[in-house]
């Protein structure tokens, strides 16, 4: 089991570019939630997907950004027009499996994350 | 809504000292409680929860309803505890929902 897997881990735009993050859950998951991480804050949800559906997008900002989890593929958070306060650390986690639930329902397990950096 | 607290932005004891590293959340419904670990290059990892009333790697939480608290203990901090340490509440009564974390307290443990 390769865990959740991101990529890049680093990845430096410049204004106006366009920045693609990545993320593949655990084997035989097929679900994802992403969150971001400013510097010096917390954790921040932006959204869960299930494969090729948006579960719940609330933390998602309105413009520039949008979240995807194909049939086949890993997740991938897109952000359009990067503006510097986009630099922050994206991370990618996997709830448990149905039916692997141990005490407690809402155990995520975290990729390594990906640091975007915008010039 | 909820929320997550916790105030100390970074805690520094000295090796075998204890450590308390605080945590207070709002929350109106049945809150389901963890704390999470973030070692120096590695990635965010569950250290425990509420509900297991469990003690991993000497630290121990008590969930404290009355003050609405979940403050991390631990007696004698060793320096290998030095990390960022992430306070996260959800609820249990709406299927699966994204964890709110708090702003993280960084736990440095000197010789």
């Known amino acids: 089991n390769a865990g959740v897997m991101q990529n890049p881990r680093h990845l430096v735009r410049r204004r106006g570019q366009e920045a693609r993050l990545r993320c593949s859950p655990m084997?035989?998951?097929?679900?994802v939630y992403w969150y971001r991480q400013l510097p010096e804050e917390g954790l921040k949800f932006m959204v869960y997907l299930q494969k090729e559906n948006i579960i719940d997008e609330s933390g998602m900002p309105k413009e520039r950004f949008s979240a995807e989890f194909p049939k086949e593929g890993p997740s991938i958070l897109r952000i359009q027009q990067v503006v510097r306060g986009d630099s922050a650390a994206y991370f990618c986690?996997?709830?448990?499996?149905?039916?692997?639930?141990?005490?407690?329902?809402?155990?995520?397990?975290f990729g390594a994350g990906s640091r975007l950096t915008v010039l | 809504a909820q929320r997550v607290t916790q105030p100390e932005k970074l805690l520094s004891v000295f090796k075998g000292a204890p450590v308390e590293l605080k945590c207070n959340y709002s929350?109106?419904?049945?809150?389901?409680l963890f704390w999470y670990v973030q070692y120096s290059r590695q990635r965010l990892q569950l250290l425990l929860r509420h509900i297991s009333r469990e003690s991993i790697k000497g630290f121990t939480a008590d969930l404290n309803k009355g003050e609405t608290s979940f403050h991390l203990k631990k007696p004698f901090a060793q320096e290998e505890d030095s990390a960022m340490y992430y306070c996260?509440?959800?609820?249990?009564?709406?299927?699966?929902?994204?964890?709110?974390f708090g702003s993280g307290t960084r736990l440095q443990v000197q010789p």
């Open positions: 996260a509440l959800s609820h249990m009564d709406t299927g699966r929902r994204a964890l709110t």
């Open positions: 986690a996997s709830p448990p499996l149905p039916g692997h639930i141990s005490s407690g329902a809402n155990v995520l397990t």
């Open positions: 929350y109106s419904g049945s809150p389901e």
């Open positions: 084997k035989g998951h097929s679900h």
